[in-house]
């Protein structure tokens, strides 16, 4: 369904555009499963505020905890499917 709803909204696109980019995006899956995290921008610090004096401090990223870097999506299954495949890792 989503291949039609987006070929009706964007008639320039193509389903070869569109099988193109997904393969494109597999490729950078592969290669980099983590993305920088949008929190803290890779940083791995927040600068935050005690709630009540207001004294500035730094604490680690609660999104990342403190590693710089999340989990692209679809990165892990996508993983897990490789492991599968050559059966280093049992499912």
């Given at each position: 369904m989503l291949p039609t709803v987006l070929a009706a909204s964007h008639a320039h696109l193509?389903?070869?555009?569109?099988a193109l980019a997904a393969i494109i995006y597999a490729l950078?899956?592969?290669t980099r499963p983590t993305r920088e995290c949008g929190r803290?921008?890779?940083?791995r610090i927040q600068f935050?505020?005690?709630?009540l004096?207001?004294?500035a401090r730094t604490r680690p990223c609660r999104r990342?905890?403190?590693t710089g870097r999340v989990p692209?999506?679809?990165g892990r299954t996508?993983?897990?499917l490789i492991w599968s495949i050559r059966q280093e890792r049992k499912p």
């Open positions: 193509r389903p070869a555009d569109l950078v899956a592969i803290c921008h890779g940083d935050t505020r005690h709630w004096t207001g004294k990342c905890s403190g692209r999506f679809g996508i993983h897990r």
